[in-house]
C-alpha cells in the first residue's frame, strides 16, 4: 500500500465516523407502521453540534470523492 491509500483510508474512517454521529432523522421503521411523525413539512433546522457533523460529513465526502479519483489516476 502506497501513502495515499492510507490517506483515503483514514478519511473513509472518519466519514463513518461522523456518520454515526449523526442523530436519526427520522422515526425509522416503527414510526413508517405505525403512522407517526406524519409531519414531512415541518420545519426541523439543525442547530449546534448537529449542523457542523452535517457539515462535516459533507466536507470529507468531499475530500474522499477527490482522493479517490486521484488515487485511480496515479494508478494508471
Known amino acids: 500500500m502506497k501513502w495515499y491509500d492510507f490517506i483515503l ?5 472518519i466519514i463513518i465516523v461522523l456518520s454515526l454521529l449523526q442523530g436519526g432523522k427520522s422515526e ?8 407517526g411523525g406524519l409531519n ?7 442547530r449546534g453540534s ?10 470529507f ?3 474522499f470523492f477527490f ?10
Open 67 to 76: 482522493i479517490a479519483i486521484l488515487v485511480s489516476a496515479m494508478r494508471s
Open 40 to 46: 414531512v413539512f415541518a420545519k426541523t433546522k439543525e
Open 50 to 59: 448537529e449542523k457542523v457533523i452535517t457539515w462535516l460529513t459533507f466536507a
Open 9 to 13: 483510508l483514514i478519511v473513509a474512517l
Open 61 to 63: 465526502a468531499i475530500v
Open 28 to 35: 425509522g421503521a416503527s414510526g413508517a407502521i405505525t403512522g
